[in-house]
């Protein structure tokens, strides 16, 4: 990576950093909240990728394993391209 990239994405990371840690404390009271408050943990299906849903809710539609390939390629070969 050139020294301009490498120094823009310093400087993008130093201004937006702060933000960042301002979100992460209330993203964790929000789970909170849905846990103590509404009953819902939303923390086990992070984890494992998989909720009931309550009664009258339909599965959502799932989207084609290609296109999520496709995508993850895409990222990855973005995140390499910017790396070296």
Same mark, same amino acid.
């Given at each position: 990576? *050139?020294?301009?990239?490498?120094? !823009? @994405? $310093?400087? #993008?990371?130093?201004? +937006? %950093? *702060?933000?960042?840690? !301002?979100?992460?404390?209330?993203?964790?009271? =929000?789970? &909170?909240?849905? +846990?103590?408050?509404?009953?819902?943990?939303?923390?086990?299906?992070?984890? $494992? *990728?998989?909720?009931? &849903?309550? =009664? %009258? #809710? =339909?599965?959502?539609? &799932? /989207?084609? @394993? +290609? @296109?999520? =390939?496709?995508? #993850? !390629? @895409?990222?990855? %070969? *973005? /995140?390499?391209?910017? /790396?070296?």
């Amino acid at each position: 990576m *050139g020294y301009p990239i490498s120094n !823009a @994405l $310093t400087e #993008f990371h130093e201004e +937006w %950093g *702060g933000l960042l840690y !301002a979100l992460i404390p209330i993203h964790i009271a =929000a789970a &909170l909240y849905y +846990w103590r408050i509404k009953g819902e943990n939303l923390i086990l299906p992070l984890i $494992t *990728g998989w909720m009931r &849903l309550p =009664a %009258g #809710f =339909a599965a959502p539609r &799932l /989207v084609s @394993l +290609w @296109l999520a =390939a496709l995508i #993850f !390629a @895409l990222c990855a %070969g *973005g /995140v390499y391209w910017l /790396v070296m």
